[in-house]
């Protein structure tokens, strides 16, 4: 009878070859995609705002979370980049996993 060890190894091994930074942009989209984009007001954590400066990656969250919930149009509203950030977002997180599963040279 296998143990939950000896089932649970190649997965933990796998998941220890997980780049730092895929598991930090996969978090980053998670949480961006988990607010409530109807929700008043909220965290802000820009620290251009704070300087009192346009930010223009503002919006970008709430546009995330419409584009989760497949809002199209709320999400080109609220940030018209939000697609093409997440897309390039998904391909990084994918190529750093390639390139952790290649042999070293």
Do not use: Y
């Amino acid at each position: 009878m296998p143990t939950a060890q000896g089932l649970l190894g190649p997965a933990i091994q796998r998941l220890r070859a997980v780049p730092l930074e895929a598991v930090f942009w996969t978090a980053a989209l998670v949480a961006a995609a988990s607010i409530d984009p109807q929700a008043p007001g909220g965290i802000n954590l820009c620290l251009i705002e704070r300087l009192g400066l346009p930010c223009p990656g503002d919006g970008l969250g709430t546009a995330i979370a419409h584009l989760a919930r497949g809002h199209w149009a709320a999400s080109w509203k609220a940030h018209p980049l939000a697609g093409p950030v997440v897309g390039v977002l998904l391909a990084h997180v994918v190529s750093l996993c390639r390139a952790a599963r290649r042999p070293a040279r």
